[in-house]
């Protein structure tokens, strides 16, 4: 069975912070990778998909890296900013027949000024 | 325009009664779903629509009934709900039910008294 575990749970740094958020999975087997954010009682953002065959994908100041082999995926905030407070969720895509998402169990994110 | 829109925002409804949550969205997307969110929980898939046919059924209880009209909207009916079914229903679609990124809506916040 997949499971997917982010870390850290949750955190808190000042503006301008460079910030990593990891996300770990059990089953290597994985099709793509999609990575969220979530404001409190709102719907999910998508922020980035890393299809299996890449490593890496980047949107603005967003950097999300996959290593299939080691069940890894990061993802990289640059110049963090108050506006970037939020959960953030990866997904992995486990594609048998129909895809499902399998979501980790999220990064509270807070940045302040 | 990558928009998905679920009506209504907020639902409160008694054990007894019959409301539909609905779901729309025109990216021509072939794929929808319905996920389930408790609070401070990721969500949790319940059905997939694939070409307008049920194609994933996560064992969601029957008083619980999806129905997808046409490719552009999908609906919830609810029935003779639990107040353990209060939770943020969230819909999605994409491309197809092959892996592609997906777009969610805001969300339905449903209370059940």
């Known amino acids: 069975k997949q499971e997917v575990t982010q870390i850290p749970a949750a955190l808190s740094v000042p503006e301008g912070e460079n910030l990593v958020l990891n996300c770990s999975f059990t089953?290597?087997?994985?099709?793509?990778l999609q990575w969220f954010r979530q404001d409190p009682g709102k719907g999910l953002t998508s922020l980035l998909l890393?299809?299996?065959?890449?490593r890496e994908q980047t949107s603005g100041r967003l950097n999300a890296s996959l290593d299939k082999s080691s069940g890894r995926s990061t993802l990289y905030i640059a110049a963090s900013q108050p506006g970037d407070s939020a959960t953030y969720l990866c997904?992995?895509?486990?594609?048998?027949?129909?895809?499902?998402?399998?979501f980790g169990t999220g990064t509270r994110l807070q940045v302040f000024p | 325009d990558t928009e998905v829109t679920q009506t209504p925002k907020h639902l409160v409804m008694g054990m007894t009664n019959k409301k539909s949550l609905k779901c729309e969205q025109h990216m021509g997307h072939r794929a929808m779903y319905w996920y389930k969110q408790k609070a401070k929980k990721p969500p949790e898939l319940m059905f997939v629509?694939?070409?307008?046919?049920?194609?994933i059924n996560e064992s969601v209880p029957s008083r619980f009934s999806p129905e997808c009209p046409n490719s552009s909207l999908l609906n919830l009916h609810l029935h003779a709900l639990q107040p353990e079914d209060s939770a943020l229903y969230l819909c999605?679609?994409?491309?197809?039910?092959?892996?592609?990124?997906?777009?969610f809506g805001p969300g339905t916040r449903l209370t059940v008294t």
């Open positions: 890393i299809q299996s065959s890449q």
């Open positions: 629509y694939s070409y307008e046919k049920l194609s």
């Open positions: 089953d290597s087997a994985i099709y793509n």
């Open positions: 999605a679609s994409s491309h197809d039910d092959k892996g592609y990124e997906q777009y």
């Open positions: 997904a992995v895509h486990r594609f048998y027949n129909t895809d499902k998402l399998i």
